[in-house]
């Protein structure tokens, strides 16, 4: 079965500091792999995806993200962090489920950035 | 435009009530979904659409029902609310299984 674990409840940065959040997988074939955010109060939104090719994808307002089979892991990053980036971050991975796919989450990392 | 939308946006019912919760997307997906966001919890997927077909997960089975009238719209009911069922309900849709697109979710909160 797959699953997602992201081991960090909760990371605190300085604005303007570079961010990691850490996603790791388990998966029996190569997964399709998403990140989302969740500003407060609002509905998911898609940051990245990754699907095959290049290990490191780009995303949304700075983001990118980098798929690693051989750690099982798909970790995020940002260089430099603002304020507005506070939100709860989860990472997905997609599986088969008849005709479609569906999304199994991590229980999510929330991010405070701190001026 | 990948717009999805939810209403309403927050939901007040009584204990025991029905609540009809209501999505549309108008981006010719074929497959539309629901889940449960509780605080500190991932989304839990309650059930989805493929074109016509139902599909809900074996945990939720008899607790949620669905209806899909045309390709655009997808409601989640509940016949009886009780106070565990508060909880942000989120919309998505997704074609070909590809990306799932989310709505901006219902609040729903139940006394």
């Known amino acids: 079965a797959q699953s997602v674990t992201q081991p960090d409840a909760r990371v605190t940065v300085s604005e303007g500091a570079s961010l990691q959040l850490r996603c790791k997988y388990s998966s029996s074939v190569t997964p399709y792999l998403f990140w989302y955010v969740q500003y407060p109060r609002q509905g998911l939104q898609l940051l990245l995806k990754?699907?095959?090719?290049?290990?490191v994808v780009q995303g949304v307002n700075g983001f990118e993200a980098e798929f690693s089979k051989s750690n099982s892991s798909f970790h995020l990053r940002k260089a430099s962090v603002h304020w507005s980036d506070s939100a709860v971050y989860f990472c997905?991975?997609?599986?088969?489920?008849?005709?479609?796919?569906?999304?199994?989450f991590g229980l999510g990392t929330t991010l405070q950035v701190q001026p | 435009d990948t717009t999805v939308k939810q209403n309403p946006r927050y939901k007040l019912a009584r204990v025991g009530k029905p609540v009809n919760l209501i999505c549309s997307q108008t981006m010719n997906h074929d497959t539309m979904y629901w889940y449960q966001k509780k605080p500190n919890q991932a989304p839990k997927l309650l059930l989805f659409?493929?074109?016509?077909?139902?599909?809900r997960e074996a945990d939720t089975f008899e607790k949620f029902q669905s209806s899909r009238p045309n390709n655009s719209f997808c409601s989640l009911y509940i016949g009886s609310a009780g106070l565990e069922y508060s909880a942000m309900y989120l919309c998505?849709?997704?074609?070909?299984?590809?990306?799932?697109?989310f709505g901006p979710g219902t609040r729903l909160l139940v006394l």
């Open positions: 990754y699907y095959s090719g290049d290990p």
């Open positions: 998505a849709s997704s074609r070909d299984r590809g990306t799932q697109y």
């Open positions: 659409y493929y074109d016509k077909i139902l599909n």
């Open positions: 997905a991975v997609s599986m088969r489920a008849g005709n479609t796919r569906k999304l199994i």
